[in-house]
């Protein structure tokens, strides 16, 4: 397939690189146009623009980092929106708010184009390694014609459903759950080590009892050893995505007190100069808090 992918960073370089290597022809555009620059090497054309990027193309890929971004990319003034082909498809692999998706499948159904809202779960080193989760809803047919570029760069996809928006829903809920677990690790970690128990010890009785998921156990490690850079996911970007998830909670009526505990927890981490650290920098947080270094 002709691709144009948009947003090279972390994430995006390693996703556009694998599509590259499935025998995709792939244009790429970032902001900053020497974070694409790698992936000439790997046959990938580097564009000046968005709409340049996307004017030939059968599918637009999107992979940045928030709703004002993506919205400059698609709408703004050298935006792909009427560059992309009709009966071509926007792939909104960003986690983006729920109402904007739904924005997003309005706009496209407009110019008569596909949309599919298809987020990820996985940090760099999956993407990668071509090991992300993909979680995917639009048209059926429309997710059956892209579905081939979700298996060049993730072991799995979930389908949603019809209506874009419930993957962003899952998204946040996702993403939700591993600030949530974050956040009791570090009041974990915070406990034992003040009551004398040694990070490494505590570690070793975790990995042997409670984890079965590689999520935990690698973010158990990164808060034992107190390595918060540098960021697979940036503690900024956990405060937006919590952010999203309280107002998608609240248009749905349903409380989350959690996550307003978490929201200062994040809010405190980027008042604090650490906004480019690891959202696992919370545990950090947890740990000054209680008179840790």
Known sequence: ???????????????????AAAGHEVTAWNRSRE??????????????TPAEAAQEAEVAITMLAEDHAVEEVVFGDEGFYEALPQDAVHVSCSTIGVEFSRTLADAHDLQRQGYVAAPVFGRPEAADARKLKVVAAGAADVVERVRPLFDAIGER??????????????????????AS?????????ALARKSGVPEDVFLEILNGTFFSSPI???????IAEKR???????????????????????????PMPAASLLHDRFLTGVATGRGDHD??????????????D
Not at 157 to 178: E, M, R, Y
Not at 181 to 189: A, D, H, K, R
Not at 228 to 254: H, I, N, S, T, Y
């Open 1 to 19: 397939m002709r691709i144009a992918f948009l947003g090279t960073g972390h994430m995006g370089l390693p996703m556009a690189r694998n599509l």
């Open 181 to 189: 677990m974050i956040e009791t690790l570090g009041e974990s970690f």
């Open 35 to 48: 974070k694409a620059e790698p992936l000439a090497e790997h046959g990938v054309r580097i564009a000046d």
């Open 157 to 178: 996809t979930f389908l949603v459903g019809d209506d874009p928006s419930l993957a962003n829903v899952v998204k946040l809920c996702g993403n939700f759950l591993i």
């Open 228 to 254: 918060f850079q540098p960021a697979g996911f940036k503690l900024r970007l956990g405060l937006k995505d919590v952010r999203l998830a309280l107002a998608a909670a609240d248009r749905a009526e349903v």
């Open 216 to 222: 935990f156990a690698g973010y158990a490690k990164a």
């Open 279 to 292: 959202w696992s920098g919370i545990a950090g947080l947890v740990a000054e808090a209680a008179g840790l």
